[in-house]
Structures are given as structure tokens and as C-alpha cells.
């Protein structure tokens, strides 16, 4: 069964901290892996896409990075803005998991002005 | 663009009750899903659809029923609401779902439900 792991689970930075939040899974027979956010009381929103043939994606001030071999992906956050505090989640769809994304427990960050 | 919208955005129900929570896209997707979020828990997958007419069970289908009769819908229903089903629900969809297709899949803004 695939297991997915954020660590860590919360993060307090001041801002324009670079800052990096890790996710971990278990089976690297993945298709793919995407990073969301989510807002208190809110849904969550897709932040990157990263297809299993991709080692990397990016979006303005984010990147992440795949590392399938290892079972690792990065979310690396430049200049890290008051703006940026929620929590973030990445998911992995894979192949075990039927037809089903698997979700980590999810990194809750505050960014401090 | 709607997206994934979902209603109602709040309910109260009291054991024993039967109710739908409603969740339509305007993307054509084929795959189309029901999660429900609960602290501690994260995220669990209850029920999934490939496409219209087809269904299949996720992590935690008990108490809940499904169908999918059209690719923009994708209803969930509690035939009798338990307290053990208070929480946050959420539908999502992607165009691909299989290891040739798999997509990006978007989320709508939540149902939280209470059962007393």
C-alpha cells in the first residue's frame, strides 16, 4: 500500500525565508505527484503537476522536484510572503493505488511579516 | 469558469437522515471523486468514477451511495446520517486517470456536514 509522509508538519519562518517542505512516499511506481494548497475553511488548490517522467516543475516563486528512485519530492518556496501561510499537501497517483490519489498528512506553514 | 462546484456548502443533520450532497464540473472530465476530510485523518478517498454508468468503492465507502449518470455530475448521497459522518467533504476531478493519462486533479470549495 502506498504511504505518503510530510515532514515537517508545521513551519514557522519569517518572511522572505527561502524555504523547502519535503514529501516522502513508499512506492516509487508512481504516474504522478501534485502539490496543493489549502486555505482554512477552504479547498484545496493545485499548485504543480509533476508527471513520472518529469524531474521537476515550476510556478512563479515555486518549484518542485521528483525524485522517484528515492520516493522524495521537493516544494521549494522562494521569498516567502505573509501570503504563502496555509497548509500544503502533496498527493501521489499510483499504479498500487488502483485509481485513487494517495495524500500526506500535509505541512501546515506560517509565514511571520 | 466554474470548475468544481459543490452544494450545499454547510449542513445540519440529525442521526438518522437522509441527504445528497451535489457536486458538478463544466470540464468534461472523466474521473470524478468524493473525499471527506477529518482532523488527524487527512484526506480519504469514499467513492470514484471513470466516466459515466461507472463507479467503484475508495478507502471508506461505507454509508455512502454514488452514481454517475452524466460526466458533469457526480452526486453523493448518506442514506442515514451518523454522527461518525460529521466532517468536511470534497469533490474532485481530472481528465485522466489511467498510467497513459493521468491529470491534474481540481478540487471544489467543500460541504461541511454535521450530524447531531
Known amino acids: 500500500k502506498q504511504e505518503v509522509t510530510q515532514i515537517p508538519a508545521a513551519l514557522s519562518v519569517p518572511e522572505g525565508e527561502n524555504l523547502v517542505l519535503n514529501c516522502s512516499f513508499t512506492d516509487s511506481a508512481i504516474y504522478n505527484l501534485q502539490w496543493f494548497r489549502q486555505d482554512p475553511g477552504k479547498g484545496l488548490t493545485s499548485l504543480l503537476l509533476i508527471q513520472s517522467s518529469q524531474r521537476e516543475q515550476t510556478s512563479g516563486r515555486l518549484n518542485a522536484s521528483l525524485d522517484k528512485s528515492s520516493g522524495r519530492s521537493t516544494l521549494y518556496i522562494a521569498a516567502s510572503q505573509p501570503g504563502d501561510s496555509a497548509t500544503y499537501l502533496c498527493a501521489v497517483w499510483a499504479n498500487n493505488a488502483g485509481n485513487m490519489l494517495t495524500f500526506g498528512g500535509g505541512t501546515r506553514l506560517m509565514v511571520k511579516p | ?116
Not at chain 2, 480519504?44 to 466516466?51: D, K, P, Q, T
Not at chain 2, 454522527?83 to 486517470?97: D, L, N
Open chain 2, 1 to 116: 469558469n466554474a470548475g468544481v462546484t459543490q452544494t450545499p456548502k454547510f449542513q445540519v443533520l440529525k442521526t438518522g437522515q437522509s441527504m445528497t450532497l451535489q457536486c458538478a464540473q463544466d470540464m468534461n472530465h472523466e474521473y470524478m471523486s468524493w473525499y471527506r476530510q477529518d482532523p488527524g485523518m487527512g484526506l480519504r478517498l469514499i467513492h470514484y468514477s471513470v466516466g459515466a454508468g461507472i463507479t467503484d468503492q475508495g478507502e471508506v465507502p461505507n454509508g455512502y451511495n454514488v452514481s454517475r449518470s452524466t460526466t458533469e455530475d457526480f452526486p453523493l448521497r448518506l442514506l442515514s446520517a451518523a454522527p461518525s459522518q460529521t466532517s468536511v467533504y470534497f469533490c474532485a476531478s481530472s481528465y485522466g486517470w489511467s498510467k497513459a493519462n493521468t491529470g491534474e486533479l481540481f478540487f471544489g470549495e467543500g460541504s461541511r456536514l454535521t450530524v447531531l
